[in-house]
């Protein structure tokens, strides 16, 4: 199987939600794409889709009932069986999504000899079906990215301040203090991992 981002998603939080400093800074922006990307969909951390995002999955044409990983899944929006690269399309009514976010084919069905099953599906919190996105995960992303943008701002970190003649100054960032955000940011994003069994 094969998986893969067809839609991106919109960002999770926005750069006024760190703090006023950074509503109109432009590496705020950059850097809540990254954080929200090491939890977020197929790529991220946690196997699941936090903002609403398009996805295609390339499964076995035999299977009758598919599982679609990175939910939670809002809707499919389409399913195909493809063979010698020529797509014939499922009608809507052959196919479900059930309860459990897998695909279930109930016919009736193409009479086509298939290499594979295409389908196209929108995952991700959508705030109507699958519900907001959670805090935990919102609050997650703000700590991370705050973090990495006062690491840039390098005054918050001076260890020392020498001036006689050139001057010199140091600058630190305690490992207590990244620990304690990473501790926190794993805790947060914790009971959102999805495994697969």
Do not use: W
Not at 123 to 134: N, R, V
């Amino acid at each position: 199987m094969a998986l893969r981002v067809i839609v991106p998603p919109d960002p999770i939080v926005t750069p006024a939600e760190l703090g006023s400093d950074y509503a109109s800074d432009p590496a705020a922006s950059l850097i809540i794409s990254s954080v929200t990307g090491k939890y977020d969909g197929p790529s991220g951390t946690l196997g699941r889709c936090i903002g609403p995002q398009t996805l295609e999955l390339i499964a076995r044409a035999n299977d009758d009932c598919v599982h679609l990983p990175c939910g939670p899944v809002i809707e499919i929006e389409a399913v195909s069986f493809v063979s010698d690269g020529t797509e014939t399309a499922i009608d809507e009514d052959a196919f479900r999504l059930d309860p459990r976010g897998k695909l279930r084919l109930v016919g009736p069905l193409p009479n086509v000899s298939a290499d594979y099953l295409k389908i196209r599906y929108r995952a991700g919190y959508d705030a109507d079906e699958t519900g907001a996105i959670p805090d935990p995960l919102k609050q997650a992303v703000i700590l991370e990215a705050r973090l990495i943008l006062r690491m840039v701002d390098t005054s918050l970190f001076v260890k020392a301040d020498q001036v006689d003649g050139v001057g010199r100054t140091e600058y630190t960032l305690p490992e207590q203090v990244s620990r304690v955000v990473e501790n926190a940011v794993a805790n947060l994003v914790s009971g959102f991992k999805v495994s697969q069994i």
